[in-house]
């Protein structure tokens, strides 16, 4: 919703242009919109929570793989890898992997993955990280229990908050402040660009003035709170 992967995704897995693939009609378009990926307009600011990007390192373990082959697709996308795979010789991946299982998506080392999280933020989306790491280390290096600090970093966000908590970190409380925080500076950003019925009263003072400029990481302990889940 909020990149412009161009042709990036589909030369990281074909080695030939989708027209030059044969497939149905219909297969082609449904891995068109979904390989062609285009931001969406009226989105302008995205926030991150405990957000994958560069895969789970839960995947790479056997047991995962085992509960993987229990997990299915939608029956259109399964027949799209299918297609597909009268084809292998036209792709740098398995095919049959596309339809696998959902499990294949969360790989490290899947080559979609990669491309996606080195592809920027459309221009004029403000995006903002919450990332959640267990224990009192050091973030670097750390994890959710699923996610590795290093798989949810994007650089270039707006902001990034650090919450000491597992990887279902939605409802933690100062998940839930954050949130608020990123929303409650979204209407302030709307009123100042059209009319508003009345100003936002409850915006903070950590809201008033905020520069849009990259930022270091803040976590919860830092602004005097445990932030533990």
Not at 196 to 225: M, Y
Request: charged share 20%; proline share 8%.
């Amino acid at each position: 919703m909020v990149v412009d992967t161009g042709d990036r995704v589909w030369n990281a897995i074909a080695n030939k242009p989708l027209d030059q693939i044969d497939l149905s009609p219909e297969r082609r378009e449904l891995l068109r919109e979904a390989v062609f990926i285009k931001p969406l307009p009226n989105v302008q600011r995205v926030v991150f929570i405990a957000t994958p990007h560069r895969g789970s390192y839960l995947t790479e373990y056997s047991v995962t793989e085992l509960l993987g082959r229990f997990l299915t697709l939608p029956v259109r996308i399964v027949q799209t890898g299918v297609e597909l795979a009268r084809n292998p010789g036209d792709f740098k991946v398995n095919p049959r992997n596309l339809g696998s299982g959902s499990l294949f998506g969360m790989t490290p080392n899947n080559p979609v993955l990669q491309t996606m999280s080195t592809t920027p933020i459309a221009a004029g989306v403000h995006a903002h990280s919450i990332i959640a790491v267990t224990g009192n280390g050091p973030v670097e290096g750390s994890n959710d229990g699923v996610v590795e600090y290093s798989s949810s970093h994007l650089d270039g966000v707006d902001s990034e908050y650090i919450v000491r908590s597992s990887h279902s970190t939605q409802s933690n409380p100062y998940t839930i402040e954050e949130v608020r925080r990123i929303l409650l500076l979204h209407a302030a950003d709307a009123c100042r660009r059209m009319p508003c019925s009345q100003p936002p009263a409850t915006v903070s003072h950590r809201d008033r003035g905020v520069d849009t400029a990259p930022r270091a990481p803040r976590e919860g302990a830092a602004l005097g709170r445990q932030g533990h889940g």
